[in-house]
């Protein structure tokens, strides 16, 4: 199965990206970590992304095309992938066809969209607080802590990261929406696209993914 996972930041596509490894019995390849990797390696990849990152360039696609490319071609992957957190455009989206199609022809089976209200999102991921002392998360309605705006595990004041602040988590999700929206509709034409409702348990969100593969390993019947 060669799967694409999409989803905006607090989506938890990390969470479901892990279950379905295990379902699944294909690796996750995640751009982000890819990158981060080549870097601590030092392969050449690594040590020319560096350059760009030294100098607060973004990576250029080129790149990260390299990086995805190589990940794809071991042999852990030769049944399949779970890719996060690329392609995040129309045109790597294009990239990645031609890429896969090298191969042998192989195309992509399944982009699964897992789909969060702007308001949800907000709501999860400005009411994280984390321990500046032991780096602890807590959430102020989902997961407080026993004492309010301390940490349960060293008594130390808990504050918001700048990340999790609401004005920078709607321009997240602003950036998100802009790319993607073009990337849903290109994937929806192609008719490959699964949009989940992502409003719910992990176990419920997995439950609704694992159906609509099941339906899409079903030659001939229409979702
Ligand atoms: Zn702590």
């Known amino acids: 199965m060669r799967l694409v996972l999409l989803g905006p930041p607090g989506a938890g596509k990390g969470t479901q990206a892990r279950m379905l490894e295990k379902r699944l019995n294909v690796p996750q390849v995640a751009s982000g970590d ?49 890719l996060d957190g690329f392609p995040r455009t129309v045109a790597q989206a294009e990239t990645l066809a031609e890429m896969l199609n090298a191969r042998g022809g192989a195309r992509l089976d399944k982009v699964v969209a897992i789909i969060v209200p702007d308001e949800e999102i907000v709501k999860r991921i400005s009411g994280r607080r984390t321990c500046r002392n032991c780096g602890a998360m807590y959430h102020v309605i989902y997961d407080p802590p026993r004492n309010q705006d301390l940490c349960n595990n060293c008594n130390t004041e808990l504050y918001q990261r700048d990340d999790d602040a609401e004005d920078t ?32 348990s992990p176990e419920e969100i997995k439950e609704r993914i694992f159906r609509a593969l099941d339906r899409a390993g079903k030659p001939g019947k229409s979702q």
């Open 34 to 82: 890819l990158l981060r990797a080549a870097v601590r390696e030092r392969t050449a990849l690594g040590v020319e992304a560096k350059s760009y990152m030294d100098k607060g360039a973004l990576v250029p696609d080129d790149l990260v095309f390299k990086l995805i490319d190589e990940r794809l071609s071991r042999p852990d992957a030769a049944g399949g992938f779970i």
């Open 169 to 200: 988590v709607r321009m997240r999700l602003e950036v998100y929406a802009t790319s993607t929206r073009p990337l849903l509709e290109h994937y929806g034409r192609l008719g490959l696209l699964s949009e989940i409702d992502g409003i719910g």
